[in-house]
């Protein structure tokens, strides 16, 4: 069976929490080098900007599909570092196993340079296979294995207990890679966990409602290498935490009425 993996997912940028005064809070993603990042309302979750330079424009969608050339989630992407096997049906001197280098690429006879991070085992094959029918073979043969998997990884950020990079395999689901992650922190808001996907040339993002799913009144969706999961805090749980901390009282939750 042909096997591959996704690519190493993009870091993403850490929170910036604004509390004013009269105990409003607004989160927004902080800023980033490479452009500006998408904004997110924590009062309107459904809110984004445009996202510039990336992968493309931001677009918020109700449900994220599979990432291109997956067939639909059964097939992974191949990622850096991967180790590949490369088999040119009856034409031994063309085989090799070669290594996904950190730009995504490797390098085949006669071929050249091919960029493999990304994509599919079946469209590496394709891609292959149109460049040696060319020029150099006809009709050719190619097989593409994962030899050695450099593992999948999504980025997790945001009000969890341990954010950063961690590893998910083919089934791992939104919940399972939260649990990974250490669960959420005291002012997270379970209704507001976004799910950022590079579909093509777009980016998409989901609203996730994680409330809903431990209730069952919605599925836990899949996530898939390369994803980047943010999880957004409360409004009134980061008021609450405030006003504690300024009265001096944060271990005596139980002595302060929950602001609506």
Excluded: W
């Excluded at 990336?54 to 997956?70: C, I, K, W």
């Excluded at 040696?132 to 990884?153: C, H, M, N, R, W």
Aim: aromatic letters at 6%; charged letters at 20%; hydrophobic letters at 45%.
């Amino acid at each position: 069976m042909k096997t591959s993996r996704a690519h190493s997912p993009p870091a993403f940028p850490r929170f910036r929490l604004l509390v004013p005064a009269a105990f409003g809070v607004a989160v927004a993603l902080g800023g980033c080098s490479s452009g500006s990042a998408p904004t997110l309302s924590a009062a309107s979750p459904s809110g984004y900007a445009s996202s510039a330079g990336g992968a493309g424009e931001l677009r918020l969608v109700a449900n994220l599909p599979a990432p291109v050339d997956t067939r639909d989630g059964a097939d992974q992407l191949i990622s850096a570092n991967d180790v590949l096997e490369v088999d040119v049906f009856q034409v031994d001197d063309l085989d090799r196993v070669v290594q996904v280098d950190a730009s995504g690429q490797i390098t085949v006879p006669l071929v050249g340079t091919v960029t493999a991070a990304g994509k599919s085992v079946r469209a590496l094959e394709a891609e292959l296979e149109r460049s040696y029918g060319a020029t150099y073979l006809q009709s050719p043969d190619i097989t593409v294995f994962v030899k050695e998997s450099a593992g999948q990884k999504v980025t997790v950020d945001g009000e969890v207990a341990r954010a950063g990079l961690l590893p998910v395999t083919a089934g791992s689901t939104l919940q399972q890679v939260i649990a990974q992650a250490g669960g959420f922190r005291p002012v997270a808001d379970a209704t507001k966990v976004f799910l950022f996907r590079d579909y093509g040339s777009e980016r998409l993002v989901m609203n996730v409602n994680v409330s809903d799913i431990r209730a069952g009144r919605a599925s836990d969706p899949r996530v898939f290498g390369g994803d980047t999961i943010v999880v957004f805090s409360s409004a009134s749980k980061v008021a609450l935490q405030n006003l504690k901390e300024a009265m001096g009282v944060a271990g005596s939750a139980a002595r302060l009425a929950v602001i609506p």
